[in-house]
């Protein structure tokens, strides 16, 4: 990676630092890792550790945080273990006196892959979060290089957003949400041709 490519993903995860914690929100943050999505968790937290500059297996009281920064503690977790990532990013915050974030390995390359079965549960994980006021975050896989944090409207009651302009954009789509419209259960309108819903 270029050293203007790696300050671009530095100022990225900084702005992200900088954002407060919103109880209530729906807004999933989502990072893009050049990490085949069958790798170990290990090989997850150490490329985001390099991508943020923390320290990858900080060793604390009672375990090791998979990534340390100066202000986060963070524990990469998959999906199925959610509720282990919960207790952990918890006791590292406290050991640490930084803030928790849950850094969930989604099981696809991209947001419009995942099933609703995967978006239920998802959901179900960033409600946890938010409640415990703990840092909620998606990784992605299987990407050629290291994105930079994206953020996305996530309503669960629904899996479109049909746009002002009649276009119907899936969940994962750069127009979901982000455009004048509405979200809906029904496929409804004219597709989008970028997300193909």
């Not at 995860?13 to 989502?30: D, H, M, N, R, T």
């Amino acid at each position: 990676m270029n050293s203007l490519a790696f300050g671009m993903h530095k100022l990225a995860f900084a702005l992200w630092l900088s954002l407060p914690v919103v109880c209530g929100s729906q807004i999933w943050e989502y990072l893009h890792l050049k990490v085949p999505l069958e790798s170990e968790e290990t090989a997850w937290s150490k490329e985001l550790a390099t991508l943020i500059e923390g320290e990858a297996e900080a060793p604390v009281a009672g375990g090791r945080v998979d990534v340390l920064t100066a202000q986060y503690a963070v524990e990469v977790e998959r999906a199925g273990k959610w509720h282990q990532g919960i207790g952990q990013a918890l006791h590292y915050a406290g050991e640490t006196g930084r803030r928790p974030v849950l850094a969930v390995i989604a099981p696809t390359r991209t947001l419009r892959e995942l099933s609703p079965r995967d978006l239920r549960q998802l959901d179900l994980i960033e409600k946890n979060c938010r409640t415990q006021e703990i840092r909620f975050m998606v990784l992605l896989g299987g990407a050629a290089k290291n994105g930079v944090v994206k953020k996305i409207r996530r309503n669960p009651d629904t899996r479109y957003w049909l746009s002002a302009t009649g276009k119907l954009h899936g969940f994962g789509c750069r127009y979901f949400g982000t455009t004048k419209g509405r979200y809906t259960k029904k496929r409804e309108g004219v597709p989008c041709k970028i997300c193909n819903p």
